[in-house]
């Protein structure tokens, strides 16, 4: 089986986002597919996504003040300046993280590990609402071998 759906996620400031529960409430038919991947992919160029801690918020807040500090604003070698200070750096981190997941079904949950939740990296201090293609393969074990 092949689904898609779409998930739009409301607007969020700037930092590094849980985003797990809302991905798995986008995904009615997960309960079904006995294996599987599901595949995340982000539709826009200044935000990321990634998979880290997801139970210490201090995970987040160090993520966010390592890349503000590996990625500075107001360089005098960005030319791409139009759209604020803050919008190279955010297509940068875009870059440097990921802009899809992939992650395993199993048995009708996210094969993610004890301490994994999913990310939205919001890299703008003012981004906007963010658009998120989800789409899972996989069996639903009612599939008869040929």
């Known amino acids: 089986m092949i689904r898609q759906s779409m998930l739009t996620l409301d607007a969020r400031p700037r930092g590094f986002h849980l985003i797990t529960s809302e991905v798995r409430q986008a995904l009615p038919d997960l309960s079904g597919v006995r294996a599987g991947l599901l595949h995340v992919f982000i539709q826009h160029t200044s935000a990321s996504l990634t998979i880290n801690e997801n139970a210490s918020p201090d995970v987040r807040s160090?993520?966010?003040?390592?890349?503000?500090?590996?990625?500075?604003?107001?360089?005098p070698y960005y030319d791409h300046t139009i759209e604020g200070s803050d919008d190279m750096p955010a297509h940068i981190k875009a870059s440097l993280l990921d802009t899809s997941l992939t992650i395993p079904i199993r048995d009708g949950e996210l094969a993610l590990g004890t301490?994994?939740?999913?990310?939205?990296?919001?890299h703008r201090d003012h981004g906007g609402r963010r658009s998120l293609v989800l789409t899972i393969t996989g069996s639903t074990g009612d599939e008869t071998a040929t």
């Open 115 to 122: 301490w994994q939740g999913i990310y939205l990296n919001e």
């Open 62 to 75: 160090d993520m966010e003040d390592h890349f503000d500090e590996m990625v500075p604003e107001n360089q």
